[in-house]
């Protein structure tokens, strides 16, 4: 049995900032705010049957809906685990500009970890306010908050990957960098999209720098991601059937993303249990676009067998233009044959003694490569 689910909250499509990449595109228009009601039910249904719940509010800006709206939620998760012994973890996913003292207190009560969306310094080539933004996460460190950044990058950005990782080593702050996606504003704006090799270049060689960083004491999430890559494994193996949202109209989807708005699984208040969603006709019908796209994309990919389509799938969400699938695949395709030949050089170097040279996480990573005497 399974016991964990990843929810997204979506409290409003709004947004106070104008991102050149947003993969909202026009969504950003929308008023719609979420009513609490449909949150409680939402939480109670998923309650019902996991344990372990990840909850995510993203958006538009989830800032937006206000303070007391975060109040009231974060109290009624922490009222169920009491009585019902679930563990919620929280994520926040937000540009920053509105997290004030009071907001940022209540995250911190509730151990929310704030993914802040902030691009280094390159931060003004997608984004504004950036002097304000950075006063924000310096404030949001001092009070000692759990955050990470996310780190959009673009193609004029990338050549400048070993500055933007030096950047966030000497602020101290854990990142993530999302690579440009041609989705809603990006597919217009041809001119931010990466030429995909020339990145790969910057990206491999960052990776090659880090894996023997020995002073790099904050968490630089990609790479640690990329450092658990194998050969024989799936890189992300569960995804269907445990990640399910609800949107501003108070109605559920599928991911929470653009193109999956186009099957919507109901009201929260017509069903009993978040599996009954799974079992809905729109989500068949999803799974079964996805599939036939895959057939298409994944015939000929040399990484079939570490994805198993879950690119396909995971773009498919947000849009179903063939060019943009192919332009994903072809990132998702290089990541891994860039990565998995340097994890092969480093098990070659473990298992012949060489582990000393590597950083951290690399050593823990990669010790079960160690040949025991
Ligand atoms: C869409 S925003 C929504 C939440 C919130 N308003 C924020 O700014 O974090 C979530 C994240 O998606 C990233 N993002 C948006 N469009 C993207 C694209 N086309 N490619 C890659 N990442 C994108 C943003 O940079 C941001 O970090």
């Not at 902030?118 to 955050?147: C, H």
């Not at 990338?158 to 993530?176: R, S, V």
Request: charged share 25%.
């Amino acid at each position: 049995m399974v016991h964990e689910i990843a929810l997204t909250i979506k409290p409003t499509m709004a947004c106070n900032m104008r991102c050149k990449h947003c993969f909202n595109g026009t969504l950003l228009k929308s008023t719609k705010q979420l009513d609490l009601k449909s949150v409680f039910r939402f939480i109670d249904i998923a309650v019902s049957e996991f344990k372990d719940i990840k909850v995510t509010f993203h958006g538009g800006e989830p800032t937006l809906a206000g303070y007391d709206f975060y109040k009231e939620v974060f109290a009624y998760e922490a009222k169920l685990s009491k009585k019902y012994g679930v563990v919620f973890s929280n994520l926040f996913t937000t540009n920053g500009l509105l997290l004030d003292d009071n907001l940022i207190d209540l995250l911190i009560k509730y151990n929310v970890l704030i993914n802040i969306s902030f691009d280094g310094p390159y931060n003004d080539i997608l984004r504004q306010n950036t002097k304000y933004i950075i006063s924000i996460i310096e404030k949001v460190q001092k009070k000692g908050a759990r955050f990470r950044i996310f780190c959009t990058i673009s193609a004029q950005s990338f050549p400048y990957l070993k500055e933007i990782y030096n950047w966030f080593k000497n602020k101290e702050w854990d990142f993530k960098i999302l690579p440009i996606e041609p989705r809603g504003c990006a597919e217009k704006n041809y001119d931010l999209l990466m030429d995909i090799e020339k990145f790969l270049d910057e990206l491999e060689n960052l990776y090659r720098i880090w894996i023997v960083d020995n002073d790099c004491k904050i968490k630089f999430y990609t790479f640690q991601e990329f450092a658990k890559l194998r050969r024989n494994i799936q890189f992300k193996p569960y995804w269907i059937n445990r990640e399910i949202a609800l949107n501003p109209d108070g109605l559920i989807y599928p991911f929470g993303r653009p193109n999956d708005m186009n099957f919507c699984l109901g009201s929260p208040f017509d069903v009993e249990k978040i599996s009954e969603c799974f079992c809905n006709k729109n989500y068949k019908q999803l799974l079964f676009n996805m599939k036939e796209y895959a057939k298409e994309q994944c015939r000929n990919c040399d990484s079939f067998h570490i994805c198993r389509s879950v690119c396909v799938y995971m773009s498919y969400v947000y849009g179903d233009n063939s060019e943009s699938l192919r332009y994903e695949c072809k990132m998702s395709n290089g990541i891994f044959n860039r990565i998995l030949k340097v994890n092969d050089e480093i098990i070659k170097d473990v298992r012949s003694g060489n582990i000393g040279i590597y950083n951290d996480f690399i050593k823990e990573s990669f010790k079960s490569f160690l040949i025991k005497e």
